[in-house]
């Protein structure tokens, strides 16, 4: 067993990391330039849902392994996953059910009950539902850093590597989780930035159900425990700052497809999806001074839900 690990990226990814290697028994310390709140990771609706990521198949079997996890983490009531109703619509033509969602229960939205929703009809064609789990950012990644600390992590921030190689020498596992940072840390051409935008807006009284429209223009609409994201943007961008046209267009589209009136905006976040080209990279490889280090990045809009999936798989890689 390896005495030190370090993990780079304290996003969701790094940090599902460091709870499960210091659970183990591990010495982990994460390091990273942003943390907590000022995370890509924060800025995500979070909700369980393979987006923006692939190849397919891995990607659905690291989504189906943190599916189940995170049920078991719906039941402690301080870690701010809840189990809610998916409501995935399409604004015109029938919708297909994925092969992966008919496991999880997944059923047609018949058209009376459509009728029923806080949902403009004419807005949206034809949809599914299923239960999912949703980790409120707001609570899901202190809970994490709470957990990792508890089992004798150690968290740093403002930390900056320009290469894997610079990590102190003590550590005998690289970890890198260091999402759209892997970019210019690892040299990957294949990773790119797809820029998400989402709105932050009150609680909306008759809003139990996530309602999310994956074609264009991207629209979801996620309740949590003390607000509502309102949703969103996929566009090719290094931008992180907060576009007021595109909150106005994010609110206005929201708005009208649940029927409301459009709600004051509390906040505006932005975050960069690390989407990877050729696919999420999990894999082992070694540093140019001899050390092992373990790529975990490139989930795109994914990495709530590939998250425990992915971890486990580094641990198996660690073992290796």
Same mark, same amino acid.
């Given at each position: 067993?390896?005495?030190?690990?370090?993990?780079?990226?304290?996003?969701?990814?790094?940090?599902?990391?460091?709870?499960?290697?210091?659970?183990?028994?591990?010495?982990?310390?994460?390091?990273?330039?942003?943390?907590?709140?000022?995370?890509?990771?924060?800025?995500? !609706?979070?909700?369980?849902?393979?987006?923006?990521?692939?190849?397919? /198949?891995?990607?659905?079997?690291?989504?189906?392994?943190?599916?189940?996890?995170?049920? /078991?983490? $719906?039941? /402690?009531?301080?870690?701010?996953?809840?189990?809610?109703?998916?409501?995935?619509?399409?604004?015109?033509?029938?919708?297909?059910?994925?092969?992966?969602?008919?496991?999880?229960?997944?059923?047609?939205?018949?058209?009376?009950?459509?009728?029923?929703?806080?949902?403009?009809?004419?807005?949206?064609?034809? %949809?599914? !539902?299923?239960?999912?789990?949703?980790?409120?950012?707001?609570?899901?990644?202190?809970?994490?850093?709470?957990?990792?600390?508890?089992?004798?992590?150690?968290?740093? #921030?403002? *930390?900056?590597?320009?290469?894997?190689?610079?990590?102190?020498?003590?550590?005998?596992?690289?970890?890198?989780?260091?999402?759209?940072?892997?970019?210019?840390?690892?040299?990957?051409?294949?990773?790119?930035?797809?820029?998400?935008?989402?709105?932050?807006?009150?609680?909306? %009284?008759?809003?139990?159900?996530?309602?999310? $429209?994956? /074609? *264009?223009?991207?629209?979801?609409?996620?309740?949590?425990?003390?607000?509502?994201?309102?949703?969103?943007?996929?566009?090719? $961008?290094?931008?992180?700052?907060?576009?007021?046209?595109?909150?106005?267009?994010?609110?206005?589209?929201?708005?009208?497809?649940?029927?409301?009136?459009?709600?004051?905006?509390? #906040?505006?976040?932005?975050?960069?999806?690390?989407?990877?080209?050729?696919?999420?990279?999990?894999?082992?490889?070694?540093?140019?001074?001899?050390?092992?280090?373990?790529?975990?990045? %490139?989930?795109?809009?994914? %990495?709530?839900?590939? $998250?425990?999936?992915?971890?486990?798989? *580094?641990?198996?890689?660690?073992?290796?």
């Amino acid at each position: 067993m390896p005495k030190q690990i370090a993990i780079v990226g304290a996003g969701v990814s790094g940090l599902t990391c460091g709870v499960l290697f210091a659970e183990r028994g591990y010495r982990v310390s994460i390091f990273a330039d942003e943390i907590g709140q000022q995370t890509t990771s924060a800025a995500a !609706a979070a909700i369980w849902y393979p987006y923006d990521a692939g190849p397919a /198949d891995k990607v659905i079997a690291w989504a189906l392994e943190t599916y189940k996890l995170l049920i /078991d983490l $719906s039941r /402690d009531a301080h870690s701010g996953v809840s189990m809610i109703e998916l409501r995935a619509f399409s604004r015109a033509g029938k919708i297909r059910i994925p092969d992966w969602a008919h496991a999880l229960g997944a059923s047609v939205i018949p058209s009376e009950v459509e009728g029923s929703l806080p949902i403009n009809s004419s807005a949206l064609s034809s %949809g599914f !539902a299923m239960n999912v789990p949703l980790m409120d950012s707001t609570i899901y990644l202190d809970y994490l850093a709470k957990r990792f600390a508890a089992a004798g992590g150690s968290l740093k #921030a403002n *930390v900056h590597f320009d290469k894997l190689e610079n990590v102190d020498p003590a550590f005998d596992f690289v970890i890198n989780c260091a999402g759209i940072g892997a970019k210019t840390l690892v040299q990957d051409v294949d990773l790119e930035p797809h820029r998400g935008q989402v709105a932050i807006v009150p609680k909306i %009284g008759n809003l139990s159900r996530a309602i999310v $429209s994956d /074609d *264009v223009p991207l629209m979801y609409a996620i309740p949590r425990a003390n607000d509502c994201v309102f949703g969103g943007t996929n566009e090719l $961008s290094e931008d992180r700052h907060v576009d007021p046209a595109a909150t106005a267009r994010i609110v206005a589209e929201c708005s009208r497809v649940l029927n409301i009136e459009k709600p004051r905006v509390l #906040a505006a976040r932005v975050g960069l999806r690390p989407f990877r080209k050729s696919g999420v990279r999990l894999e082992r490889d070694k540093l140019r001074d001899g050390r092992t280090v373990i790529h975990n990045y %490139g989930h795109g809009g994914a %990495g709530f839900t590939l $998250s425990w999936g992915c971890a486990n798989e *580094v641990d198996d890689l660690v073992r290796a």
